[in-house]
């Protein structure tokens, strides 16, 4: 293999790694987001709109849970997982590539020394 077929299978492991890196990094930042997300709601929801007192903890849950907020970070939630893992397939398909490659090139080598030839 030449160096220039090399360097573009190791330019395409650098760009999916880095994809896989910014869609890892997108999924943390929505997965803590979803907690503090949740604390905000749930403060929102603390004084019940219906009879003006505290509601309990357990009603603020719910009601956070339940607003369309959260079903719509939930939703970005999702996403994020999928890219996430679309990503990180890719890059065990290449890394799976390189190592046939590798294994490949071994196997020629050891059978071209064994024909009596010298590299």
């Not at 190791?10 to 869609?23: D, M, P, T, V």
């Not at 893992?85 to 190592?99: H, I």
């Amino acid at each position: 293999m030449s160096e220039e077929v090399l360097e573009s299978k190791l330019q395409k492991i650098r760009e999916i790694g880095e994809n896989h890196a910014k869609a890892k990094s997108e999924l943390a930042r929505l997965e803590h987001g979803r907690k503090i997300l949740l604390a905000v709601l749930m403060k929102k929801f603390m004084i019940n709109s219906n009879t003006g007192k505290l509601d309990s903890a357990v009603a603020q849950d719910r009601e956070a849970r339940a607003s369309d907020e959260y079903k719509q970070h939930i939703d970005k939630l999702a996403k994020a997982v999928k890219e996430e893992a679309k990503w990180n397939w890719e890059k065990k398909l290449v890394e799976m590539n390189f190592e046939k490659w590798k294994t490949e090139t071994i196997s020629q080598m050891k059978e071209y020394k064994n024909y009596g030839n010298k590299i």
